[in-house]
């Protein structure tokens, strides 16, 4: 039976988490909210939402190689990111002209990963019917397994963040202070993007490689507007991306859309209107 949306939300919700795959949708929807919210922050006060985009993208190839090997995409997506996330820590960032080297060598990385994604597609042959979930996202075909994986892999990633946060904070607000303070800035640096990697990994399992951004950076952005202090801010980044998610796998179960589609719009328009609603402010 098809499922249809009535007026009753408390009869709409039921019927959404009727069926295991849809509670194990918003597990992992959640789970990947609250990670790419809080790395997310991060890497929008460093200003790396470029980086952030290619080491999703680079997960599409890393998929693509898996499954021509024979193996698990989730292998693949992981390791692309995190070897390109280690590729681009090479580039030394102290010096004036740091974020811009990082800026070239992550656009030759990107341009490199989709070669090679394109070259896996056509050495494979067959029907990759993946393709769209990779690119686009699905919450179709969510196990239990994976969810636990998304769990243990997050939490990991989680405990990292909060060892580093402090001086990571520091650096990221002004590196020269930092190093000169004693702060490893480049070890910081490399150390965070291994974590970005990871939770570009994972999110492009729920929004798809194109469209990581609409948790990975629309959350973190649209909290730091509506306000400076950084707790409170990264607790609204967190809260964006879960009710995103969660209203996003609401939309998907009636409309026969991919959620990446319904993700990225809600999280846009989210962030249209507080920055409208700042300028408005700000003209009175």
Known sequence: MDPQLTWNLVTDVRQVLEFPFMVNAFRAGTIVAVLTGLVGWFMVIRKQSF????????????????????????????????VAALLIAV??????GGYREESEVTGTIQAFALACGFLFLSLYGGFLSSVNALLFGTFLGITSEQVLILLLVSVATLVVLAVIA?????????????????????????????????????????????????????????????????????????????????????????????????????????????????KLVAAR
């Open 166 to 278: 402090r001086p990571l904070l520091f650096a990221s607000v002004d590196p020269a202070v930092a190093a000169a303070q004693g702060v490893p800035v480049r070890l910081l640096s490399a150390g965070f993007l291994v974590l970005l990697g990871v939770a570009a990994a994972e999110a492009s399992q729920i929004t798809g490689t194109l469209l990581v951004f609409a948790l990975l950076v629309v959350p973190a952005a649209t909290a730091q507007l509506l306000t400076a202090r950084p707790l409170l801010s990264i607790g609204l980044t967190v809260a964006l991306g879960v009710g995103v998610t969660w209203l996003a796998l609401f939309i998907a179960y009636f409309v026969d859309y991919p959620i990446g589609f319904f993700l990225t719009t809600i999280a846009f328009v989210v962030y249209l209107t507080v920055a409208l609603g700042r």
């Open 91 to 96: 580039v030394p960032s102290h010096h004036s």
């Open 51 to 82: 980086v952030g985009h290619t080491l999703a993208v680079v997960g599409f190839p890393g998929a693509a190689g898996a499954v021509l090997i024979g193996v698990s995409a989730t292998y693949g997506l992981f390791t692309f990111a995190v």
